[in-house]
């Protein structure tokens, strides 16, 4: 399980190992030839500290606006003035207004504070101009009778001519452009706006549309077929998958349909995204073990809408739920169930989920199902994604990879090549972009001795193991690199009805309690987790510190247990039971379990998820080296009293590396980063793409046939292949 190095690695030390001894022999030899030659340390030292001046005082660009520059905002919002031009024939008595009681100066107020934001190059542009971009196209003819002097036009024109579409472009800012939902929403909109402006000039660049159209349709394809070998880094991300969905249902609703090049493998991304969901669906909802989540995301599905929520909505239900009302929800999401419904030029639907996705979803029998997306960064030089190329840094960026051993030359070549030190996601490379330790090559040495909290941030190989019932899901990442830390990442969380949520983490922070990494959000240490079929089992071994990590590393795991969402919740000393109808839940750890008492700070990220918090929902467990074992069960199998007397006649021993387990005529031992063991028998932590009694596909292999429901969907992303 420990990391080793690469035979790439173990060259590059190699190498500076050379060059540094041949410096210090080169520098003994002048030295004892003339003892003037001693200079040459104080010259090194002075080289090092300029780079170093120079990267510590090179200001960052700021992400967000300031709460000042929020204030001036319209009463009505973009949301409302986009569902009135999308939706003519419909009402909405949430909207306070009609298209005609508008003026020119009232819709320059409404889309200004959008124009601005973009103009400003705040993060999170890209999704603000999905929206204005829709508003745009739906609105042309409104706003010629609005607007006749041409303003309201003129400001959208100039506010995406002057947009920066790629991070390589020229223009400070601090922009995240490079995970793989920013990536396919910059892609989309620099093909749809080089197509609609293709004899203007886009100021970044200097290109006209015509010419950013065609790069980004060369970029479309790439990112497309990378998605189709590898699939999504951000696998089941109940927050950030939803883009994906919104950005490229975009692209089949305004795109040139004629080229099937690019509108085939459109669809067939989207196919593969409405399998992962059909996969991971239960309960109205795909939250599990997944790539990226927020604290929001991974509390509870129970009493809040969300994104995800309209897309499954859309797939399974027809969109029933919501309709075409959905107009309050971010509307960029929006365009999925709006691309289901629209119909082409020959009255053909633009797009449909394919039966069998719809039927895996619908299938209610108890299902085994794993799952293995993205690379591990050891094999990006096998796969040809290591270098400066466009293909290579797309992906090493969607892993959201920078600092870790394998590929952090790379990112320094790439940092100083295009001058991106100002960009706050990317800033921490200006204290150490000191030339003469780039010209050694140790930063992959110091990289790997000091186990930077960043490299814990990148999204690697992940193993998913999914238990879906009528009654619960549960789903763990196998075995995902112990010890580390996790920006996003969930390793491990059970689904009970009504979409409540139990899971266990290693809390970064004690406080910013909405933020990612956070308390509730990703991890400071990742456990060595495993799962086979109703019981997963967790070994913490927290460390007292992690180099560079943002907070103390706190010296417990806690459970978001919430005694509100749950029918009952019985605590007794180092065991954990909760029902939830009929559906079980029990928790052993090495240690005693506690709820901690109510606090308001962390009780404000349930906002909207829990309607009374003051009840406790945060079960801890103190202590470095602990365990804790999860095993579900049902009414249909057994009493709520006889499961909890089961679970406590069951055997388990922790001796702080080794844990194992009895239930059920089943022997669990799992040794912390070392093998895990059913009855015996060895367990692998990696999967093929698909191994489900739907679909089977070889890791990286880009021929996927679904079937289900006495229904077939064959895609390959690569061979341009949807039928």
Known sequence: MKQKMSKYEKRELSLAIVRLALMVAATAVLIWVNAYFAFIFLAIGLWIGFDLIMGVTKKSCPVLPQRDQKKHRHKYHVNDILWLLENP????????????????????????PY?????????????????????????????????????VQKLLDDTFLGMK????????????????????????LAYLLG??????????????????????????????????????????????????????????LYGDRSDEEVMTRARGVLDILCLDYAHSYAFGTIIGAQGRAYARNNLNCAFQENTTDLITDAIWNDSKTYGGLYYHKPSQVGAFPRLLKLKDEEGKPIYSVPEAVKAIGLDKSTQIIKTSFGLN?????????????????MFQLGMVALSNPEVINNSFDFVNRYSLISNEFLSPFKFFNISFLRFLGIFPLISRVLKIYPNGVTLERSNVYIYRTKDFKLST????????????????MALLPDGVTVFTNHPLKDQEFRSAPGFWGGYGCAPHAVQDENVCMLIHRIPHRITFSPAPILPYTHTFLSEELMDEVIVEGNYAFARKDGTFVALIGANHFEYLPYNKEKAAVTDGLLRDCTKRFELIQRGRKQFTVYELSTA????????????????????????????????????????????????????????????????LSEDIVINAGGKTHHVNIAKNVRE
Not at 90 to 112: G, M, Q, Y
Not at 177 to 188: L, P
Not at 222 to 246: C, M, V
Not at 649 to 656: C, P, S
């Open 377 to 393: 960064l050891s094999d990006l030089r096998d796969q040809g994604l290591y270098g400066q190329e466009d293909r290579q840094m």
């Open 115 to 151: 124009c601005n934001y973009i103009n400003a190059r705040y993060d999170c542009l890209d999704f603000r101009a999905t929206i204005l971009y829709r508003v745009l196209v739906s609105g042309e003819e409104f706003f010629k009778k609005v607007s006749p002097s041409g303003k």
């Open 477 to 492: 990442l196998m075995a995902y690199k112990p010890g580390s830390a996790g920006a996003q990442q969930t390793t491990m």
């Open 89 to 112: 024939t419909l009402k909405n008595n949430e909207i306070p207004f009609t298209l005609d009681s508008l003026t020119e100066r009232d819709v320059i107020a409404i889309l200004e």
């Open 195 to 252: 197509r609609r402006y293709a004899d203007r000039t886009f100021v970044c660049d200097g290109r006209t549309g015509a010419e950013k159209a065609e790069e980004a349709r060369t970029r479309l394809i790439t990112w497309f077929t990378l998605r189709g070998k590898y699939g999504f880094s951000e696998f089941y991300s109940h927050n950030y998958l939803p883009i994906d969905f919104a950005s490229i249902s975009l692209l089949l």
């Open 636 to 699: 249909e199998k057994e009493t709520f009293e006889a499961f909890m007397q089961r679970i406590k006649d069951n055997d388990v021993t922790f001796d702080g590396k080794h844990l194992t387990y009895h239930t059920a005529k089943k022997d669990y031992a799992l040794t912390y980063e070392g093998d895990f063991t059913v009855n015996g028998e060895k367990q692998s932590y990696e999967y093929k793409r698909y191994d489900s009694s739907y679909v089977q596909a070889d890791y």
């Open 165 to 188: 579409f790629w991070i390589t472009e020229k223009g400070d800012d601090s922009v995240c452009y490079f995970s793989e939902n920013h990536e396919i929403t910059f892609f989309v």
